[in-house]
């Protein structure tokens, strides 16, 4: 039981940052430099903890054949979408 807190509360910790750069634009202040494009970054952060979220569900759900690869792709995803919204370090 403790571990699934745990696990919920790090898929809400990791869904706030992305929730208020998409929202807001604001973000976290190690990433105002090299971010340009906050929406995109929100967007990869929220899909990186429903991924995450996913992932975690499966001890719940039990059904790996689905879900697993589908939180990996998110989890990719949201990734992808975080590096696409920085810039590129030759630029800096």
Do not use: K, N, Y
């Amino acid at each position: 039981m403790l571990w699934t807190v745990l696990g919920g509360l790090a898929c809400v910790l990791a869904a706030i940052p992305g929730t208020m750069a998409l929202t807001t634009g604001w973000l976290p202040s190690g990433l105002r430099d090299s971010v340009v494009r906050p929406w995109l970054w929100g967007c990869g952060g929220l899909l990186t903890a429903a991924g995450l979220g996913t992932e975690w569900s499966l001890l719940w759900l039990g059904s790996i054949d689905f879900f697993g690869p589908l939180g990996f792709a998110l989890i990719v995803l949201g990734f992808v979408c975080q590096s696409r919204a920085r810039r590129h370090p030759t630029l800096q």
